[in-house]
């Protein structure tokens, strides 16, 4: 039987994440995001027609052999009235046949089936956790023969704490990795971390989050399905915050803690919540098997915190955000109709291929100069550890939300100076934001503590000390790292590839992120991929067997000193908001954090010797000073610094 899968239905303004899936007999053939196709980042309010109709291209089923089309639910669209409608309105646009047989699948069943049709486990506890879906933010139960028991559904999970403290900090929407990422560099601050604990709570023996009877919800948009449409979702950056509380004891967090502290408080305070979760549904079960889905479980952290800390074993798909919802209602048709599990737990290439055929025609009409060498991998990985930044391009594409070596950009870890090209030349990222690797599974262990393999790239590891020096450019600055572990089985050809750098260079690791700018999805498409080659984003393109070499000569995309001075304008950039509402203590807390050899008073800001900044100045004006000599155009006044402090400056450029 031939299942199609589509999240969501056309003309539903609150989604994002949309995707389509087909199955065919029990297996997967195809899975892949509307983003990557209409390349629109998360494809807010996107039906998914390119995903479906490439779908049907790449696997050769017509859509009148389609017998079974299977939809996710958002806010209980089943028992909306204009649901025959939407689904009419689907099989037109995409020629279904009239008469074919549709099932709608709740939400969190979707994220629940994806996470334990896909798990090797046979009994386990089920349990989502996201910002919203069917009016519901979660639910948990137990999976045992072959069946699916809710025991309870909520309204308030941790993940939407995380979305209110990543909003508090001054992210936009879709920003949670974001503030995970900050969370490394700053400290728990204990009164707003007090404040959490008085108002949010775990309830006993339950998943769900209550709140203090003093505060009151405010709900600003997405809960509020008459106040929200397209356009307010699609202004992602500073939107307002979704959810608010109000009542006597709330207080403006935002202006008294440091956007760094309050996302290194976030980040323990979701823990906490999640742990308590986890440990109450294993207490009541006794079930130390785990299946996890939903956004929440795209944070790296605790699904590390899960594994080291709740004594679980947990298992978490390829796609537990909204993205996975149209394979996990697949899924779960298929399993009702077979009775099989399906034979997908190993692959996250799901996505559409191309023929070297249409790639050399694109490269001859680009009129780019290409190679085919005898091996691409070995090729590669010269290239790579001659320090080159490398475009990857080979099989099917990736499903979800990590590259995971099939449409990645690589680079070589031991070197610093690799994050901060890929950085200047196609990421953007903010300063605070780790680079992860990709390494041999078999090597996992010697360079991580309490290594599991992690094919898609879902966990933080602490790198082993002793190794570090070795992957400067692949850790965090909590000395974590978020590592995708590579077999034989899963991806010969990317296997191969870091087997010959390590051969090179013995390390067994490349950095690996997604091939994409800023902003926009991972590519979908070769002529992308050549795009970013002709701006400069990537010193080389391998694709599809050939090595592609730039029009011109590759240009220096970034320093060193660039991206120190970029970083030390942000922190710099907090110290003066501090100063300028008056807290000095907190700014020099600050500073002795970041070390930068700077120093405030009630005056202002110096750099070594001379005053940069004094408040009620433009913060322009403290970023030219700063960069005056960040950038080496100007040498700072020393002559009357101790030498410490020099030392300090000296490093700091260094870094
Ligand atoms: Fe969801």
Redesign the pocket.
Known sequence: MAILSLYPLPGIVYTHDGSATLVSEGNVLYSYEEERLSRFQHAISEFPEKAAVVGFQQTGIHPTQVESLVVTSIENCLARPDFASRVQFAKDLLLLRDDIDVTCVP??MA?SALAVLTSPFDECVFL?M????DYLMGHWGVFREKAFHVVEEFKLSPAHFFTYLMKLAGFSNFEEGKLMGLSAFGKIDPSLLGWLRDHFWIQDGSAAVAISPKLRLKWLSSFHLDAIDAGSLRRAKYAPRDVDFTGPPVIDWASRVSPVDIAATGQHFFELLVLRAVKNIRDRTGIEQFALG??AFLNVLINEKLRREANISTYIPVAP??AG?SLGAALLKSHESTGQRPHCETSAYLGPKFDRGSVTSLLAAHGLRYEEPKDIATSVAHALADGKVVGFFHGKAEFGARALGARSVLADPRLESSKFRVNQALKKRDWFMPYAPAILEEHGNEFFEGFVPTPYMNMAFRVRPEKAHLIPAAIHVDGTCRAQSVNEIQNPLFYRLISRFAKITGVPMVLNTSFNRHGVPIVATPRQAIEHLLEGSVDLLAIEGYLVFPLIGTREIATLADDTANRAWDHVKWVARLLEGEKIDAARQYLKRIELPIKVSQKGISLLTEIIWVPGEPLDKLKSNLFRYMDGRQTPKIANGPSSVLRKWRNWRRR
């Open positions: 939400h969190h994220h989502t996201d910002g919203g879906g939903g956004g955000h909204d919802l």
